[in-house]
């Protein structure tokens, strides 16, 4: 649910294929996301790993990114200047992100130096009104296309 940081209409782009969501992925990195907060929904299967895998090679992350699905978290390291790290969260299996607070990973949220992307926020608390959040949705149409919605934080730019 947009709250009154973030616009109204998200904007909407479709992928024909993982290639196309990685390429998406590419074009999102370009924007300013230092100390930001990336929410990925859709369901099993709709290329938020995928995002996320093209989002930190973008980044300059190096090693191979998997979902984080029972360690919960995983930090990446980047070779930018601007950008050092990549926070990617599975909240699937967590109740609230206080869970995440407890591992000790609230203290990178909005660090200029972090961007901190979660796959699986539906439902969770995942609220902090100091941290630009983006939203994105995926959106499986047919056998291999994707709608991707992108909701931005007030006065993000394209």
Do not use: C
């Not at 998997?66 to 990617?88: A, E, N, W």
Request: glycine share 8%; aromatic share 8%; proline share 7%.
């Amino acid at each position: 649910m947009p709250t009154s940081r973030h616009l109204a209409t998200p904007e909407t782009y479709y992928s024909s294929s993982p290639a196309d969501t990685r390429r998406f992925a590419q074009k999102f990195s370009r924007q300013n996301l230092g100390g930001t907060l990336v929410l990925l929904y859709g369901p099993v299967g709709a290329g938020k790993t995928t995002f996320t895998q093209a989002l930190a090679k973008s980044l300059g992350v190096k090693e191979p990114v998997r979902s984080p699905t029972f360690v919960l978290v995983k930090m990446y390291s980047t070779l930018g200047k601007k950008i050092q790290r990549l926070m990617h969260i599975d909240a699937y299996r967590l109740g609230s992100f206080a869970e995440v607070e407890d591992l000790g990973m609230s203290e990178y949220l909005g660090q200029k130096n972090t961007v901190t992307v979660v796959e699986w926020p539906k439902g969770k608390r995942l609220e902090w009104p100091q941290v630009p959040t983006y939203r994105i949705t995926i959106t499986p149409k047919g056998k291999m296309g994707r709608e991707i919605s992108v909701t931005k934080p007030s006065g993000a730019r394209s």
